[in-house]
């Protein structure tokens, strides 16, 4: 049987091993959202691991693989968007709030590769993901959408889907473009594209 001594260093013990597990799994997101961020998925585990400081067994005990780790950092991020979203979701003028927020994501995505890789994805991890954090950004996306459609903003003949393909497209298109030197300019032709004074026939143009 053991004495109270002995339980209170098992105790202690226990203690500091959580203490340390914890303290391991946040080096282990902050230099992989760095790495991530830098880099994209092409990242080897084990520059993220060293990184971090720990080995990469450390990184396994958290995470089971390279992709596991990633979603993590991705769905922080987009549940970061969501929350800054609400704000542009409720402001007086949803047109303009819509453009802006259509401008914001590609911005970060622009500056993150792991962002980029995400919202560029058409399957896997990316919008057609699972995740609450994608959502819930999709969800508060869709209802600014509305909102600006009411608002007479935005035309109607768009829906949440078609937004998010066109984000993607801008997200791809703004990272090759920052390489030349000309970011920003296919955001404001999509955008010029969404308002109703540039709606098109769907069966298209005439000649």
């Not at 799994?25 to 230099?31: E, P, T």
């Not at 802006?100 to 991890?125: K, M």
């Not at 209802?143 to 497209?169: H, S």
């Amino acid at each position: 049987m053991k004495g109270p001594s002995r339980q209170v260093e098992h105790k202690r013990g226990s203690t500091t091993l959580r203490a340390d597990a914890r303290r391991n799994r946040a080096s282990v997101l902050a230099a992989a959202e760095e790495a991530f961020a830098a880099e994209g998925l092409a990242v080897p585990l084990d520059e993220i691991a060293r990184r971090a400081g720990v080995g990469a067994g450390t990184v396994y005990r958290h995470f089971p693989t390279k992709e596991a780790l990633f979603e993590t950092v991705v769905s922080e991020r987009l549940a970061q968007l969501g929350e800054d979203a609400k704000g542009y979701a409720e402001a007086d003028d949803p047109g303009a709030a819509f453009f802006a927020l259509f401008a914001e994501v590609v911005e970060r995505a622009r500056l993150n590769r792991a962002l980029c890789e995400a919202l560029e994805a058409s399957t896997g991890v990316g919008f057609t993901g699972g995740s609450r954090a994608r959502r819930e950004f999709q969800d508060v996306f869709g209802e600014l959408l509305g909102r600006a459609q009411r608002a007479g903003a935005v035309r109607r003949d768009v829906d949440i889907e078609t937004v998010q393909a066109l984000l993607r497209g801008c997200v791809s298109m703004e990272a090759q473009r920052q390489r030349q030197g000309s970011a920003g300019q296919v955001v404001a032709i999509v955008c010029d594209g969404l308002r109703p004074d540039r709606a098109t026939s769907r069966s298209g143009p005439q000649s």
